[in-house]
């Protein structure tokens, strides 16, 4: 199946292909001859023509071996190493040695080879407790029993997943009935990867470890050791572990102390940060931000912490007034400063949750300890939001800060490339803005923030771009939703100012779509868009009721006398769904209008009474969404 292009771009209006179409199709290997059994699919936005082909057959040996090198050729590994095959002069790059090839159809050996090995039936099992070495494979389908009772491998991944899952829920049950394992899916599929038959124990450490931050104990057993930490029905880490390890003793003593030796340096480790971090406050840090290089165009995390400051006590003024402002500005000025710290330097998944710890050993109030640690969410799709409004308002500066900064030197994102997770950073602006329900129109926050930047040399205001960039992100967001493209498109073209009202709308249109009036409204809304655009000045929505001749033109303007300001005032206080179903009575004044009466008349001051009158239908038919979006 091949992706080709929109069906507007690939066939023309008689149904027959576009050049563009024709130059596709020749790489591909196929003609116009195709053309009429080409599927049309709808991706979400558009309906797009796709080519299915069937592509000749090759024999097993052939297509096995092509298989296996284009396979082995896109692997991700970062670094491969360079090792001697058996014959002592040539050598392969790999990320470890391989020792065995087995390729099997049914009973029979495929002949294929890859790395300097050739495919045979012999492979190795578990390294210690392996019932024969080598194990033989008779055929393909007895692979997964013959390894795990010759080999001890569980050769599935899913089934080792599952029963180290099994295995980790009965040994919490087993150190305590009030005890589960922490719940990551990462660090489970990590380990999965790293045994072939599973074993778990169960393992302590001093209680006295406790007294430090469960965080960065929980990250270091897992980033570490690969441990599984046991936490309490509330959520409290507890001073047990669980090991996954790969051999089955009968007695396990020895294994279980060996993890317990190994973990308590680590746990030592950070108490010790802990405890140096401590002697220090977050404050007294703040002046050495300026030596740490944020970027080479933008400054210092220093430069970049004013630049917060500024934006965030602007927006606590415009949210709360002095008080917040105050409050927002401290925040932002110590949110970054744990960066500096010897817990973060080890471990810099814990910035700003460190901050929070070390700003209420601060004696700082919970609001900005609490801000300190919030301002970097959401900091993932599905995240939680900041949980006060300080963290909302500090948040929102570092995230506009970072893609006004970025913006205005010229680092924009392009295909998969966003190395400054800006895409991240738009998603979190506007989650942030609409959940919230925020009163920030999202041109003058962008406005705002780059006033922030006004004396930084070669930085360029780009507000425009970075504005279209974040409506584009949100279009997406929604259409991911319980959202058409069509209702997504309607009311996203209008680019609302206020976020927090998109979602209102977004129900406004699809209550608007439902009406009997919807798709004739519609189309006339997109037939007076198109007229308005062919008029080489901007038409103003001033009619002159003089001028007004024909019954049809009369009845409009009579009309929409009687429903602006109905559809005005449901606008006003957010009655989106009735600001637009007032526009249903303008349905039979409209058609009526277009059947009737010429808009460009012989006489200019007709002429632009007429494009005056229907630029004040258009504006008041587009004030909650562009309803042309709905024409088919």
Known sequence: MHKLMPVAVGLDANGNATPALLKKLAALGADASVVPALRREHDGKTEVLFHDSLA?????????????????????????????????????????????????????????????LGAGRETRGHRFEAAVDPVVLADADSYAETLKRDGAVIASFAERRAEIARQLAAAAIQAGHDLKPIDDDALLDEVTALVERPNVLVGQFEAEFLAVPQECLILTMKANQKYFPLLDTAGRLTNSFLVVSNIRPDDPSAVIGGNE??????????????????????????????????????????????????????????????????????????????????????????????????????????????????????RFAGDSLPRGQVGTIVALADKLETLV????????????????????????????????????????????????????????????????????????????????????????????????????????VRAFAALPESAALAAANKRVGNILKKVENAVEAVVDGALLREGAEIALSDALVDVVPRADAAFATGDYAESLQALAALRAPVDAFFDRVMVNADDPALRANRLGLLAKLHRAMNRVADISKLSA
């Open 261 to 378: 030796r190994v973990v308590r340096p680590r746990l030592a480790d950070a108490k010790f940060f802990y405890d140096q971090d401590r002697k220090k406050t977050l404050e007294s840090r703040v002046l050495n931000l300026a030596k740490v290089v944020y970027h080479n165009k933008l400054g210092t995390q220093g430069e970049r912490v004013q630049r917060v400051c500024v934006i965030a006590k602007a927006i606590g003024e415009q949210l709360g007034g002095e008080g917040l402002a105050l409050q927002a500005e401290q925040a932002a000025l110590l949110a970054k400063a744990d960066l500096l710290t010897d817990m973060v330097g080890e471990f810099p998944e814990l910035q700003g949750i460190m901050g929070r710890y070390y700003a209420l050993h601060d004696g700082l109030a919970t609001d900005i300890a609490d801000a300190i640690e919030d301002h970097y969410k959401p």
């Open 56 to 116: 000749k057959g090759a024999a097993l040996a052939e297509g096995l071996q092509k298989s296996l090198e284009a396979a082995l050729s896109g692997l991700p590994i970062p670094k491969v190493m360079s090792y001697q095959l058996q014959d002592g002069w040539n050598s392969v790059n790999f990320v470890r040695p391989a020792h065995r090839l087995v390729a099997l159809h049914g009973a029979d050996v495929v002949p294929v080879s890859i790395l300097g």
């Open 405 to 508: 900064g970025m913006f205005g030197i010229g680092q924009i994102p392009t295909g998969d490339r966003d190395p400054f997770a800006l895409r991240r950073h738009a998603l979190g602006v506007i989650r942030m803005l609409a959940e919230n329900d925020l009163d920030l129109p999202l041109d003058q926050l962008l406005a705002l923030a780059g006033s922030a930047f006004a004396v930084v040399d070669g930085f360029k205001p780009s507000d425009s771009a970075l504005a279209d960039f974040i409506y584009e992100r949100l279009a997406g967001n929604l259409r991911e939703q319980d959202f058409t493209a069509q209702e997504v498109d309607a009311v996203v073209s209008q680019r609302p100012q206020r976020l927090g009202d998109i979602p209102k709308r977004l129900v406004a």
